[in-house]
């Protein structure tokens, strides 16, 4: 695949990156020499995006797989790292074509351990750092595993720190660094939140938000080599019925372009989506995701996903998020990486109920450091991490964030890094933050 295949969170419309030249710090000195490098454990690195897959044939890390894991020993060998974590999307339970039956008459447990098996090497290496006991390694899911539990995660890698609050999100704050706060940002994403709107449908509390169904006929697309096909959407137009009827009008549209995008050889009315996963047994037709209008009325209705738009302040409220996105924005801009961008500072920066100045996001797959100043002209730092999959072009990126290292000092630091097939480390960026 190339990096136009990319899928997450949709289209990534944006690939600004923040990269600075070489940029160096006296808290890192030589990143790429651990002999050089002072004993004492402070360092918190963080990596996210890594989708590991269950079959090679589609998995979106098999290229990139060997530098995991020569980067993962690193990692445990480096005296002044402190802790690990992995920022969501560890495992991938949506990059599967639509025909594919994801656990292959199994169970979701016998899927995990189908991912394990296929990465082996990398799992290996995480649970090596968990058995030496010298640095904490922390999982926060993602979308991409957001059903995925924590019973799940342990029996892979037994004795993993693991930071969830509402079902299928998390957030860690380390216990000695109250300013900082690492999730992976699906959260605050209309299409990759957790959504109850199919209660009704799956008859259980399923969480699986829409992007799931996108996201299975991308991936068909990009296997298909994504067929230039006409997808014969049936055109939806603006009917003047009101607010939310224009917000349906909007979902619509993303639909629209996403389909043309990603199109697939079994079109829109073919049930060739398998799902069998969150209480969804049946087979589903693209149509079953995309609003229709009635020719008579013009009103805007889904099959799937009913009340998406009425329910999304409460789904918000539900999922913990500290300032509501209006429907407006959360649609039109679900698919820009700077939105998500945007919501460190509303969330956390400008909120005046948090403490944040270090915010860590993943989910993009755009790496960046983004700094901005408080009313106390005191930095506030944002950096993305990036991923690990082979098909995006700055890729197998990593965080290191450094908190003060005595009582006398008040200054961290932040650095965004890539690492390389040959083992060796490029500062991208970095950023000292003072008075922490």
């Known amino acids: 695949m190339t990096s136009k295949d990319s899928v997450e969170p949709f289209l990534n419309v944006e690939t600004n990156c923040s990269i600075s030249n070489n940029m160096k710090h006296p808290a890192v000195k030589d990143i790429n020499s651990v002999e050089t490098l002072d004993g004492e454990r402070s360092w918190i690195v963080c990596i996210s995006d890594l989708h590991l897959g269950a079959d090679d044939a589609y998995s979106e890390l098999t290229k990139n797989r060997d530098a995991l894991i020569k980067f993962l020993n690193w990692v445990r060998i480096s005296p002044n790292i402190k802790e690990l974590v992995i920022a969501g999307d560890l495992i991938d339970e949506w990059f599967i074509p639509m025909n594919v039956d994801t656990f292959k008459g199994k169970t979701q447990m016998d899927f995990v351990k189908n991912v394990a098996h296929n990465n082996k090497p990398v799992i290996d290496a995480f649970n090596q750092i968990i058995t030496d006991g010298n640095i904490k390694l922390t999982y926060i899911p993602g979308n991409h595993d957001i059903l995925i539990t924590a019973d799940e995660i342990e029996a892979i890698m037994p004795g993993i720190s693991q930071a969830r609050d509402v079902r299928g999100l998390g957030a860690y704050t380390p216990d000695d660094f109250p300013e900082l706060i690492i999730e992976h940002g699906h959260r605050y994403n209309f299409f990759c939140a957790p959504d109850h709107s199919n209660r009704s449908v799956t008859k259980t509390d399923s969480i699986l938000p829409t992007g799931y169904f996108f996201t299975r006929m991308a991936t068909s697309s990009v296997v298909q080599g994504r067929p230039k096909i006409d997808m014969d959407i049936p055109p939806v137009v603006e009917n003047g019925l009101g607010e939310e009827q224009y917000f349906y009008y909007l979902y619509y549209k993303i639909w629209e372009k996403l389909i043309n995008t990603f199109p697939v050889k079994e079109g829109i009315n073919e049930p060739a989506i398998h799902t069998g996963i969150d209480g969804f047994t049946d087979s589903y037709a693209?149509?079953?995701?995309?609003?229709?209008?009635?020719?008579?009325?013009?009103?805007?209705?889904?099959?799937?996903?009913?009340?998406?738009?009425?329910?999304?302040?409460?789904?918000?409220?539900?999922?913990?998020?500290?300032?509501?996105?209006?429907?407006?924005e959360a649609i039109l801009k679900a698919a820009l990486s700077s939105h998500l961008d945007d919501q460190s500072a509303n969330q956390f920066f400008i909120n005046p109920n948090s403490n944040k100045r270090i915010v860590i996001f993943g989910h993009t797959h755009d790496a960046r450091l983004i700094t901005s100043l408080n009313e106390n002209m005191d930095e506030n730092i944002y950096i993305n991490s990036g991923t690990w999959i082979d098909s995006k072009e700055l890729s197998m990126t990593f965080v290191v964030v450094v908190p003060p290292t005595s009582e006398e000092s008040n200054q961290g630091y932040v650095g965004l890094y890539q690492y390389s097939e040959e083992g060796k480390i490029n500062e991208l960026n970095s950023q000292t933050i003072n008075n922490l």
């Open 286 to 328: 693209i149509k079953d995701i995309l609003p229709s209008q009635n020719p008579e009325n013009k009103h805007i209705d889904v099959n799937l996903y009913k009340g998406i738009v009425e329910n999304w302040e409460e789904r918000q409220t539900n999922n913990l998020v500290p300032i509501l996105i209006s429907p407006e």
